[in-house]
């Protein structure tokens, strides 16, 4: 963790189990929905509760470890950057906002 310049952290729960897809030799990505919540009063004193939903993708070894070892409703701790990229479906031009993860621990299930 020396490169704090693009540097992401989320503690939340998994939305899904991981999806995994192979695309030849080596390159096996696991994607997942990470959610994170957090809590606070408005203006007129009543508790909200806030859900922020993050597309996360895992490479490797990493990948291989989600696919095992993780399922929907698992508590998550992910390091990563943060990446945008674009791509087109249908003639229409699309950007994507997902983390990278570079490490995690798991928490425990959802309670």
């Not at 983390?99 to 309670?111: D, H, I, N």
């Given at each position: 963790?020396?490169?704090?310049?693009?540097?992401?952290?989320?503690?939340?729960?998994?939305?899904?189990?991981?999806?995994?897809?192979?695309?030849?030799?080596?390159?096996?990505?696991?994607?997942?929905?990470?959610?994170?919540?957090?809590?606070?009063?408005?203006?007129?004193?009543?508790?909200?509760?806030?859900?922020?939903?993050?597309?996360v993708?895992?490479?490797?070894?990493?990948?291989?470890?989600?696919?095992?070892?993780?399922?929907?409703?698992?508590?998550?701790?992910?390091?990563?950057?943060?990446?945008?990229?674009?791509?087109?479906?249908?003639?229409?031009?699309?950007?994507v906002?997902?983390?990278?993860?570079?490490?995690?621990?798991?928490?425990?299930?959802?309670?």
């Open positions: 963790m020396t490169n704090m310049r693009n540097y992401v952290q989320l503690i939340g729960n998994l939305g899904n189990d991981p999806e995994i897809k192979e695309f030849g030799e080596n390159k096996k990505p696991a994607k997942i929905s990470v959610a994170t919540n957090e809590t606070y009063r408005n203006q007129e004193g009543e508790r909200v509760n806030e859900t922020q939903w993050h597309n993708i895992a490479w490797g070894p990493q990948a291989e470890f989600l696919e095992k070892y993780t399922s929907k409703g698992q508590g998550i701790v992910i390091n990563g950057k943060l990446v945008n990229r674009s791509y087109e479906k249908n003639g229409e031009k699309r950007f906002s997902e983390v990278v993860a570079s490490e995690f621990f798991l928490t425990g299930p959802k309670e």
